[in-house]
């Protein structure tokens, strides 16, 4: 008879305690997870979502000076314009400065108004864009605009293209106090009800 020892006995458990199977089958799927699939913090934006980008927000930046460069009252809009060298956080000060004289009542010393006589006020519909090249705050261009992305192209002559005006706009505040939920709603760059919107996009408030 052989000295050595059959590796089944009768009593003795063949192979590894369930135990250990069941922890390592979970240290497998948690490795998988971990390496393999990506993080949803790590996944390109899409949609009507801004650019992964963030803007460094300044709260001491400066004050910029603005002049109100088109006022078009049969569409509510008012383009204005800021030096070039505005910063990003400026034109974000400047959006919240309006926001704040809007809810003053002040906002008529210094926008002019789009909805002159109405119930709720000079500005109860207003779109204002900030632009820091003044050529594209022309009519044909900011009625582009207003009319949006999917607008048939046969309406308005296209002397510059909506895909080009949009990225120009530096900011957007956007009023309307029949939505009584969010009348104000204020955004770096431009995007729409459809979800279209420039490079530059972010929300501000």
Known sequence: MSDEQH?????????AHPLVVVFAILFGLWLFVALIVPSSRN?????TEGPTVSVVED???APVIYKVQ???TDINLVAIVVPPEATDSQVAGLLRQLKSERLAGTLGEHIPATTPGHQLGDHAV????????????VPEALKTLALGAHAPGTLIPRAIPFEVTMEEVRGHYRIDL????????????????????SKRYRSIF
Do not use: N
């Not at 864009?129 to 705050?137: A, E, I, N």
């Open 43 to 47: 996944k390109q934006a899409t949609g």
């Open 70 to 72: 088109t006022s078009i």
């Open 59 to 61: 709260p001491e930046a």
């Open 126 to 137: 207003a779109d204002i864009y900030v632009f820091s090249d003044k050529q594209y705050t």
């Open 7 to 15: 590796p089944y006995q009768e009593g003795k458990r063949a192979g």
């Open 178 to 197: 029949s939505d009584t939920g969010a009348p104000d709603k204020g955004s770096l760059g431009y995007t729409d009800d459809s979800g279209v919107h």
